[in-house]
Each structure stands twice: as C-alpha cells, then as structure tokens.
C-alpha cells in the first residue's frame, strides 16, 4: 500500500451541486497531483500543489479549484457539477527531489453525477 | 503536449505465458513509470526507471528505458491470474510541473 488515502471512496450528486474531495499524503510527500479519470480512458491531469501553492494546471476549467494543507494534504473543490464530471477522481503524491517525477496514487474517490 | 503511445491494447493469453508490451513517444522523456490498475481502484506503481538504457526487475516483471529515451518496454514473466489488469505507462512531462502523460493502457486478460 502507497499510505496515500483519499475520502471519501464514493459520492453521489446531483447537477449543479458542489462537491469537496480530499486526499492525505504519503509520509514524506509534499507535492500532491489530482488526475480525473473517466471510464475506460486514462489518468487526466487537473492540478499539483507543492508546498500549498498551485503548481500547475491542465485543461480543466475553474470551477475545478483546489488546497493544499500545511501538512500536505490536499482537497479537490468542484463546483456547479455537470453529467460529464462523473469520473474516478485519484490523488496522487511525491517526495522532493528526482523522487518528484515518481507519482503514487491514492484509491480514488467514484464521483457519480446524476 | 507530449503523448505516449501504448501497445498492444489488449492481450488475451494463457496462464504461464510471458506477456511483453511497450511505450513510444516522439519525444524524450527523463523518466519512466509503470502502474498496473484494477477496476475501481487507483494506479499502483509496478516499476519506475530514471536513466536512459535502464533495465529494471520487480519479481517477475522487467522494465527498459530505452536508449533513445523515447520508448520503454514492460515484460511479465510466467503469467499468474492475479496479473489482470490495465497496464499504463507514464511519464512527468519536461516543462513545469511534474504532470504526468499517461498511454492509452495494455488490458491483459489471462485464460487458465
């Protein structure tokens, strides 16, 4: 096991609402990655934070916002939810140095939008 | 951005077989990452190569960053039915954060 958990492990809502993931990092570990991950598809970037502040953004719109914790852990905020943001939501974390390229994945958090 | 393509996407063999699949990309990447992922559940990290012409072994699994640093190659060894899964290869893109490109994933499916 990474030590990397997320919560929680599923989530229903509905469109429109507004939804809060969270993730507690690895020992060690100050930069966390939030990937969505809808079916059959791999592991999309959103964001990283390292040491709390954003470190990088992908093609995800605002409404996806995040934090980062002064111990590391992290949420993953998104508002006014759509159909498509049904997905399976990973954080992922790494350590400093070289160790940053190696990414370790939590469980991932099944968010269902109805 | 920079994209990784993976093959094969899917594999269907018998238990006791070895299973090969690879990662290309038009571009270098300076490191290389492996996970194998089960339904539902997370990405977990099978092996992580650092250096160009790295060869790598975890159990019955053997990872190669290749010379060119635009390809890498994953080998199980002795197939097991514990072995199902989707294969992804992964790399940190070169500029700004560590994101990582993720392939398309190898699914591999083992008859007994």
């Known amino acids: 096991e990474t030590g990397v958990t997320q919560s929680p492990t599923h989530l229903i809502k509905t469109r429109g609402q507004q939804v809060t993931l969270r993730c507690s990092s690895q020992?060690?570990?100050?930069?966390v990655s939030w990937y969505q991950q809808a079916l059959g598809q791999g592991p999309q970037f959103i964001f990283q934070?390292?040491?709390?502040?954003?470190?990088g953004r992908g093609n995800f719109p605002p409404r996806f916002s995040g934090l980062q914790f002064p111990n590391y852990s992290s949420e993953l905020n998104v508002n006014a939810l759509e159909l498509d943001d049904s997905a399976l939501y990973l954080c992922?974390?790494?350590?400093?140095?070289?160790?940053?390229?190696?990414?370790?994945f939590g469980p991932g958090t099944r968010l269902t939008v109805l | 951005g920079q994209q990784l393509n993976q093959s094969p996407q899917s594999m269907f063999i018998q238990e006791g077989e070895d299973v090969s699949m690879n990662c290309t990309s038009s571009?270098?990447?300076?490191?290389w990452l492996w996970y194998k992922q089960d339904p539902g559940e997370g990405p977990v990290l099978l092996i992580a190569l650092y250096k160009a012409g790295e060869l790598t072994s975890n159990g019955r699994l053997t990872a190669q960053f290749g010379i060119t640093r635009k390809d890498s190659f994953l080998n199980i060894s002795a197939s097991i039915p514990s072995d199902v899964g989707i294969y992804f290869c992964?790399?940190?893109?070169?500029?700004?954060?560590?994101?990582?490109?993720f392939g398309q994933g190898t699914r591999l499916t083992i008859n007994p």
């Open positions: 992922a974390t790494a350590g400093g140095g070289r160790a940053r390229d190696t990414q370790y």
């Open positions: 571009s270098i990447f300076n490191t």
């Open positions: 934070y390292y040491r709390e502040e954003e470190n």
């Open positions: 020992s060690g570990h100050n930069t």
């Open positions: 992964a790399g940190p893109e070169l500029q700004g954060a560590q994101k990582l490109v």
